[in-house]
């Protein structure tokens, strides 16, 4: 009977240490920021370096994150921002998302591109 207790209090030990762990980490990182992350994956390579403008600041380009996944997230403060993905030989309409500690803390925007007559990359 001694042994499945003593298991217990080492699982119930382990768990506890690591809620502190992770309490430790979101304290010591700063807490959850506020991120616009842009999803590429329809376009892949096409809008791979393309640069990302935020309320008219570059801000940085579309990097692929690991092998497959295209996408990129930038900080950015809690409000209102103008987003703009900027392809060369591309037209480049902006859209407008919020983040906010009310509502949501990630703002996600789809990039496409629109070929009609003329190149044109889309948020969504």
Sequence with gaps: MAMPLRSLQWRAA??????LLVLAWVFASGGPGYVVQIDYNWTRDFLDSAVVEI?????????RYGRSQFITGFDVEPGTHT??????????????????????????????????????????
């Design 55 to 63: 309320d008219g600041d570059s801000i940085g380009i579309l990097q």
């Design 83 to 124: 987003v703009r993905v900027l392809k060369e030989g591309c037209e480049s309409p902006s859209d407008t998302v919020e983040v906010s500690a009310q509502g949501s803390r990630i703002a996600i925007l789809m990039a496409d591109v629109d070929d009609g007559f003329r190149c044109r990359v889309v948020l969504r």
């Design 14 to 19: 382990l768990s506890i240490v690591g809620a």
